[in-house]
């Protein structure tokens, strides 16, 4: 039995250590391992399952609002990256940059892409012309690299897999609501297949993106109480069309600058899945994103009948388009069960011989634990109605903690001591000021996560420094 | 109608001057673009939406064999590309190489992948302990990069989008089995969606990877008479085991090294679907690859129901499962036509008010220009039989152009007149020696392309030397 408990007693409990917690789940559910590049991630089969069910959901999100997909270089030449000012200067300290090709060095340095603006809009200044050739919606599923000085598994490496969208349009109204319309299907994707409810913002001119003239986001809170960004939207203007001479003959026969969008998910969402739904036995994943959905898992299988049944079941499942697995291996029940609880599979289906006689199985939850004895032939009905029931009640548990974490301060001193002692977002009223966020930060370590949407009058007055109040914003400690 | 004629007349005939006729079309199907970047793609919706389909079909049929996705750095350290001697000399003197990092000089300088082998024996070599953790079968979608000096859309590019399959196993035996598999999958998946015929065989040991024990190859014949390589599987036997101390426990309690295998296909597969069956109008692409499927085109629009009439038709094509679009913009029903054809659409459904009064529609097919009349109830059930007929054709036609293009030749004589003089393969025999294939391609520029599976003895002896003959060879010029 030693060696049987070993799997779960291999993980920290949350309440010890979270980080050592978060570090030993994705290292037991096998997501990723480090490899020998310092802050380079290899992405294993059960972490990059989930991003390939993340990228395909997301990316038929994407398409339904005429987005297309296409493939830019990985590559930047140095005096690309330089035509943007702010954008350079945001992004030059992070490259990596390469000086050497097929044995020579280069004319020109290439910088391995951190983001792709200035590759799109090169592309863009070439392809756009006339007024018919907008609006583009682009858009690509690759790796980008920053160079990281501390790293975290899928929160922070130097290279990470992501999407980036870059779109060019018309006017300006245009591009605003594709900005706030992809935000939406970033919340909206959280929401229904992550099950993680996100606050929708704007971010201060300190936190936005090198370069954009605005940047929206979405919120997420983990379970330790910290923020994570999990998804941007960023409304450039014009400002990289004029650096760029990315110009079109408009409707009225004049040249007109396009104004531009991007925006951005990452891998940071399978970090957000772990943080959120996660416990002391391993990960948690939401049915509709969970790479298998339920595992079948014969008890007492040497016994005659029970494998023939349990592949029954298997197969009857999997024809009911259930993401499904058996587990047949010679280990031992409890072993079985602790590897699927470490992985997140969201269902298991126990199945020994009493079972069987009674013509049942068990089906068992993986984030409650709740055991829901099911007859045998009602099985395919019933799974995705568990499944179902299970999705949403993770989305209201992760929502009630989000609520149960967020607080209200209108003095400096209640601000100050919310942060100290209360995990989670602290809503405050700011000035708009940067000061006060520097103050903040300094006083706290708490930074603006964003400007929400929807807003609150909890007071007149900058909770910093008492001036007039222009809005309300989140604050927090965060990934 | 200048304009009207000028996209057609922009593509330069196949017969006149093949290499501009290729360009043209890659250009005008508006598949890809240089980059600023020398010899990196930027790859259009027209040309990725090919390469989804691609992945989605390739990758569902790994699955079935038990193969995994993972993600691996696209860093190398040196010191790790340098560990298999043969490997680092066929790929070194086209890296690509990172040296500088987060504004400092890197300790160790970064190769830019050029191929994974390294990193996954790095993986395999910590995370196999025992023959219960065999088979590995992993594989990632992603992009490589090797300095390239002449570089051609699609077939020769410094960086490529790819697939590439790394295995370990427990014996020599399972090793050559995967390597032969994947062989064959490959060469399902082009038969079958890109309707190209391929002869699988094995490369010489001249041609082989660099590392591999053998090389496994797919080569098509391409419609000037060129081969080209459209896949490869290798099998590495325990060599880079044994240099990356890759061993596991045996079921005997012996420890021994693993055995392995790497395979890959490449975006030039869409280079191959232009090559073998695209015609002076365009690409002509096979309906089970093509990204649109159909295009609904309506005639004289501007008169009453025929826009609501070709809407309905789109929606009910839709609703069929069929990819189909419709072109409702503005410009002439014989541009629009030209653009479907440019683009390889594989049919179109042309409808205008004649059509529509005897309910009908024109369905023609990219391939033949046939034009199919069929009942407006029937399109949804009729057009993917005509799509499966199209299909068939495609690949008959690219089998008989194949065959009528393939040559014996017994003496040298008539081997290098048959190279000199028609465009194809060449089969012939081989003595099994290298200085006989550099000899052939000094005189002829034509390189074995494989030792195919299908063996055929046309001679006793070498058609180059004329000792004793091993085996038959497939030869021909090549990209």
């Not at 930074?447 to 001036?467: A, I, Y």
Request: net charge negative; proline share 4%.
């Amino acid at each position: 039995m030693a060696k049987e408990k070993k799997l779960v007693e291999d993980i920290t409990p949350m309440s010890e250590d979270f980080a050592q917690w978060y570090t030993d789940v994705v290292k037991k559910a096998e997501l990723m391992r480090y490899s020998t590049v310092k802050g380079c991630m290899m992405i294993l089969p059960n972490g990059y399952a989930i991003w390939e069910n993340i990228q395909k959901n997301l990316d038929a999100m994407f398409k339904e609002t005429g987005v297309e997909n296409v493939y830019m270089p990985m590559f930047i030449p140095e005096s690309l990256l330089q035509k943007e000012k702010d954008h350079v200067e945001g992004f030059a300290p992070e490259c990596a940059i390469v000086t050497l090709g097929g044995g020579e060095e280069l004319e020109e340095r290439l910088i391995v892409r951190p983001t792709s603006e200035t590759l799109f809009c090169d592309l863009y200044s070439n392809t756009v012309q006339s007024y018919r050739d907008l609006p583009k919606l682009y858009n690509q599923w690759c790796s980008v690299v920053r160079w990281e000085k501390t790293t975290r598994p899928f929160l922070r490496s130097s290279e990470f897999l992501w999407q980036e969208g870059h779109t060019v349009h018309a006017t300006a109204e245009e591009a605003q609501e594709r900005t706030e319309q992809m935000l939406n299907v970033y919340a909206e994707f959280c929401e229904k297949y992550l099950a993680i409810p996100m606050i929708k913002g704007r971010k201060t001119d300190k936190e936005k993106f090198a370069g954009a003239e605005a940047t929206y986001t979405i919120e997420a809170l983990m379970h330790d109480g910290k923020a994570l960004q999990s998804g941007t939207s960023h409304n450039f203007g014009d400002g990289f069309a004029r650096a760029f001479d990315m110009t079109f003959t408009d409707k009225d026969n004049k040249i007109k600058y396009v104004h531009q969008t991007s925006w951005g998910l990452s891998t940071r969402t399978i970090g957000a899945l772990i943080m959120v739904h996660g416990d002391d036995s391993g990960l948690v994943l939401p049915p509709r994103i969970a790479p298998v959905q339920c595992m079948v898992i014969p008890v007492a299988q040497h016994k005659e009948g029970v494998l023939d049944k349990a592949n029954e079941v298997y197969e009857t499942l999997k024809a009911a388009g259930i993401r499904v697995k058996i587990d047949d291996s010679e280990k031992s029940p409890g072993w079985k069960f602790s590897e699927q609880e470490i992985r997140g599979i969201s269902l298991r289906v126990e199945l020994g011989p009493k079972d069987i006689e009674a013509g049942q199985a068990v089906v068992v939850r993986r984030d409650t634990r709740e055991k829901i004895t099911v007859a045998m032939d009602e099985l395919a009905a019933r799974i995705p109605e568990i499944m179902e029931q299970m999705q949403n009640d993770m989305f209201q548990r992760a929502l009630k903690h989000r609520e149960e974490h967020t607080s209200d301060a209108v003095t400096y001193e209640e601000f100050r001591e919310t942060i100290a002692n209360k995990p989670g977002f602290v809503r405050a009223m700011w000035c708009g000021d940067e000061a006060c966020e520097l103050k903040i930060k300094e006083d706290t370590t708490a930074t603006s996560r964003c400007m929400p949407f929807e807003q609150h009058k909890l007071s007149d007055v900058c909770v910093c420094c008492g001036k007039p109040a222009k809005t309300m914003v989140y604050w927090g400690k965060a990934y």
